[in-house]
């Protein structure tokens, strides 16, 4: 891929099959999707904004110190990605074209450091004991979607990759507190990429990251798409303002992925 191949839509046709496998399987590998460039430039703001002494304050724009939170004020790189293809069209086709960016936080994980197998928030379609998953035939509705962008090459298990339950966002369950879950027989799968691949997730889907066996840090740029129904998640939430620089030079795409929409059921 050269650099002009980059930041272009799928064609229509491709993107509907993208759709279809995503809905079936609960993820889609998007290959790579950065240059060299973007890749290093997102990773220095990651660390610029991870050292910023304001970060480490007891509110600090930070999730357990390992999940930096709303990039899109700190720097325009981030903020771009949020419209960047082949992801942003597809975000779209799924979750409509009034959707927005409900988060965007960047992971940062010490060596060693990982999560346990989750979903992401509530489960959205729980089932009972008695009924052992959703019907493959009926299509799930998807709320969210996270994209995630390593900012490393992680191509062997020591790279600490991401690891998903292929279709189990059906299974109407959080998953089991087991190492290797498995459901309807798929076991999970490792998503290798070199820096600057994607991959995009069903928020339902079981899902863990794994350590990193290495001595680099595991770093990974996100954004976190939903449809409009669901709220943005900006903290401090009710006392949040978006500052005036995030909308600098943003187009109507933009602005409305940022929040800015048109008025609607409720409001
Ligand atoms: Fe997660």
């Known amino acids: 891929m050269n650099d002009t191949q980059y930041n272009i839509p799928f064609a229509t046709e ?36 991870y050292n910023d002494p304001r970060m480490h ?12 939170m709303r990039m899109y004020e700190y720097d325009h790189a981030f903020r771009d990605l949020i ?7 597809l975000a779209e086709d799924i979750l409509g074209q009034d959707c927005h960016m409900m988060s965007q936080n960047s992971l940062r994980y010490p060596p060693g450091q990982a999560g346990g197998w989750h979903i992401d928030d ?19 509705p998807c709320f969210v979607i996270n994209v995630l962008v390593p900012l490393i090459d992680v191509e062997t298990l020591e790279d600490g990759p991401t690891q998903v339950v292929p ?8 998953p089991p507190s087991e190492d290797n879950p498995t459901f309807n027989g798929q076991e999970p799968i490792s998503l290798f990429t070199k820096a600057g691949g994607a991959y995009m997730f069903n928020s339902q889907i079981w899902h863990r990251g ?23 998640r ?5 006392d949040y303002k978006m500052p005036e620089h995030v909308l600098d030079g943003a187009d109507q795409r933009l602005q409305r992925l940022l929040g800015r929409h048109e008025k609607g059921a409720f409001g």
């Open 14 to 49: 491709e993107r509907q099959r993208i759709v279809d496998q995503f809905n079936r399987d609960g993820y889609y590998f998007l290959g790579q999707v950065l240059t060299y460039h973007e890749v290093s430039t997102l990773k220095s703001v990651i660390e610029r904004k």
């Open 57 to 68: 304050e007891k509110e600090g724009d930070h999730i357990r110190g390992i999940s930096l």
């Open 83 to 89: 419209v960047h293809e082949p992801f942003a069209s």
């Open 122 to 140: 509530r489960l959205h379609f729980p089932l009972p004991d008695n009924v052992p998953c959703h019907d493959p035939r009926i299509p799930l």
């Open 167 to 174: 279709s189990s966002h059906y299974s109407g369950r959080k």
């Open 210 to 232: 794994t350590p990193s066996c290495t001595d680099q840090h595991r770093l990974i740029a996100a954004v976190t798409y939903s449809q409009r129904i669901i709220a943005q």
């Open 234 to 238: 900006l903290y401090p939430f009710i």
